[in-house]
Nanobody, 119 residues
Framework: QVQLVESGGGSVQAGGSLRLSCVAS????????MAWHRQAPGKEREFVSS???????NYADSVKDRFTISQDYAKNTIYLQMNSLKPEDTAMYYC?????????????WGQGTQVTISS
């Protein structure tokens, strides 16, 4: 089992910044895919950004050039630096962990951290 704990959410005004963290613990692997997804009220969960162990990153078009994902491999932690925040970024942000362990593909989700952007 892998446990994920997100932190760093909060309420800021448009144009502000927040930094989310996600710490993975438990039976983690060396080669992993981790990502941030978000879900606004009444909407489906959507992809925000991802990073894999070799450092390759990917972003949704809506956050490109505003958000930056990074990792501290030694601490099993990923971060999401969010700048120039907009009201439409308001959502619950979830951390996702995906790996292949013992021939089995595993997916875990964190509990989420709320981000609220006021205009």
């Amino acid at each position: 089992q892998v446990q994920l704990v997100e932190s760093g959410g909060g309420s800021v005004q448009a144009g502000g910044s927040l930094r989310l963290s996600c710490v993975a613990s438990g039976d983690t692997s060396d080669n992993v895919y981790m990502a941030w997804h978000r879900q606004a009220p009444g909407k489906e969960r959507e992809f925000v950004s991802s990073i894999i162990s070799d450092g390759t990153t990917n972003y949704a078009d809506s956050v490109k050039d505003r958000f930056t994902i990074s990792q501290d491999y030694a601490k099993n932690t990923i971060y999401l630096q969010m700048n120039s925040l907009k009201p439409e970024d308001t959502a619950m942000y979830y951390c996702k962990y995906f790996d292949r362990n013992g021939g089995v593909y595993r997916t875990y989700w964190g509990q989420g951290t709320q981000v609220t952007i006021s205009s």
